[in-house]
């Protein structure tokens, strides 16, 4: 756990509990009274924080992003959709035995078109990778989780703009070319259990599990979602 991650779970938690209240009441308690009790969730070790600086800081961080929303509400004083499953999933692959699931922000219902528009909230400072596989994958959890088709996606940088911006969704062929090639890789290094780093000399995704591993990381507890957390101490980080 990190700081920016710890920053970013309390601002999602915030802004998808609006899609489960009536539109008109979503807005009742303003945002930032709400992050008081999100905020306990990530305070101290779990959000990653070494000292109480660290934690005021990246708080009011997540103040400011939640006070930009409240000031600028935009589509979130329209109609969504909500998916009933706590955690959407759904067979992406039976003959291969994969299973595709993820949570999405925010799903907004478009009343002309009885279509829905994928939302996702971003909490930090750089935009997403045109490359990425996050927009392929919420497609097909959209598409195959609920029964209105797709027909747009914004992205909403809540750390410096004041409404979301339109980005391209991929074909649903695309979307599963691109997924599934990357999901069979996965479930064949599973089953070899031979895991292999693009990058010879390790890169910043591994470096953290290595000194899990190694013995170098602290042990805080159990996450809401029952995974184990740890922080990296600041000196084996620079180490």
Not at 216 to 237: E, F, L, M, R, W
């Amino acid at each position: 756990m990190q700081p920016p991650l710890a920053l970013g779970q309390a601002v999602h938690d915030v802004l998808e509990s609006l899609s489960m209240q009536p539109v008109e009441e979503r807005f009742d308690v303003p945002l930032v009274e709400k992050l008081e009790s999100v905020w306990k969730k990530v305070s101290g070790n779990f959000g990653g924080f070494i000292t109480p600086q660290e934690e005021l800081e990246y708080k009011n961080k997540a103040q400011t992003m939640l006070e930009r929303v409240d000031k600028h509400r935009g589509p979130l004083m329209k109609k969504a959709i909500k998916i009933r499953q706590e955690l959407p999933y759904y067979w992406f692959s039976e003959e291969d035995n994969l299973i595709l699931c993820g949570k999405i922000d925010w799903l907004e219902y478009l009343e002309d078109s009885d279509s829905v528009r994928i939302i996702d909230f971003k909490t930090g400072k750089y935009d997403e990778d045109p490359d990425s596989l996050q927009l392929p994958i919420y497609l097909l959890l959209t598409s195959n989780c609920q029964t209105r088709p797709v027909t747009g996606a914004q992205y909403w940088y809540v750390n410096h703009d004041n409404e979301p911006v339109d980005v391209s969704l991929p074909t649903q062929e695309d979307a599963q070319k691109r997924v599934g090639d990357v999901a069979r890789k996965i479930a064949l290094a599973r089953k070899l259990e031979r895991f292999v780093c693009k990058n010879k000399e390790g890169c910043p995704i591994c470096r953290p599990y290595e000194l899990v591993v190694n013995g170098h990381a602290t042990y805080v507890g159990t996450g809401n979602h029952k995974q184990d957390i740890y922080i990296i101490p600041q000196k084996s980080s620079q180490e």
